[in-house]
């Protein structure tokens, strides 16, 4: 039975697993599914994994994906790992079972004064949403923040799951900060 795995941290889960291919890639397109399903149909009385991994799913290309989930060729099971199970369809979805692996994150991020140029910074630097969430759980340790300002760090980084737009998210966040720096 073929599964997909929703993680933070894709990189870190591929090197767990064992996988007799591993496809990475930032998007999955159209090409790539060609590519598993030339290997998929390489015959072997072995059980094989082939590892689909990405953080975007184009959607034709889970459509032909889907052709191959829902008939898998002889001893191959398909593992889908990515970061949100938006990022996948439902008719796959619906295919597949789901399961969910998250690692702790570690806090790498310093954080600086919050200022205009600073914020600007941020926006222009195409953070991932993990680098994100590790800029939010940053905050949270190292400064005391009222509730008000907790909620909307909460809420942002539920924003970010929903895929929604991580500049939008950002801006919200660091421009709330400033605002509540300076009522202190």
């Keep these: ?21 591993i496809v990475r890639k930032n998007e999955i397109k159209m090409e790539d599914v060609a590519y598993i399903k030339k290997k998929a149909y390489i015959s072997d009385k072995d059980k094989r ?27 191959i099971d398909f593992l889908i790992v990515t970061k949100s199970k938006h990022s996948l369809l439902d008719t796959i979805l619906s295919r597949v079972i789901i399961e ?6 570690e806090n790498e991020f310093v954080l600086k004064p919050v200022t205009n140029e ?6 222009t ?10 800029m939010f759980k940053a905050i949270v340790k190292q ?3 009222s509730d008000e300002m907790l909620k909307i760090i909460n809420d942002a980084v539920l924003m970010l799951e929903l895929n929604l737009d991580k500049e939008a998210i950002i801006s919200l966040v660091m421009l709330s900060l400033k605002v509540e720096n300076a009522n202190i």
């Design 100 to 105: 969910k692996k998250f690692y702790e994150i």
């Design 1 to 21: 039975m073929s599964r997909a795995v929703i993680t933070n941290d894709i990189d870190k889960f591929l090197q767990e697993i064992n996988a007799w291919e």
């Design 49 to 75: 994994i082939i590892a689909i991994a990405a953080e975007k799913f184009n959607v034709y290309a889970q459509n032909a994906l889907l052709k191959l989930i829902e008939e898998p060729p002889k001893n």
């Design 143 to 145: 400064k005391k923040l």
């Design 125 to 134: 630097s195409d953070l991932e949403k993990e680098d994100i969430k590790k």
């Design 118 to 123: 600073y914020i600007l910074e941020l926006l």
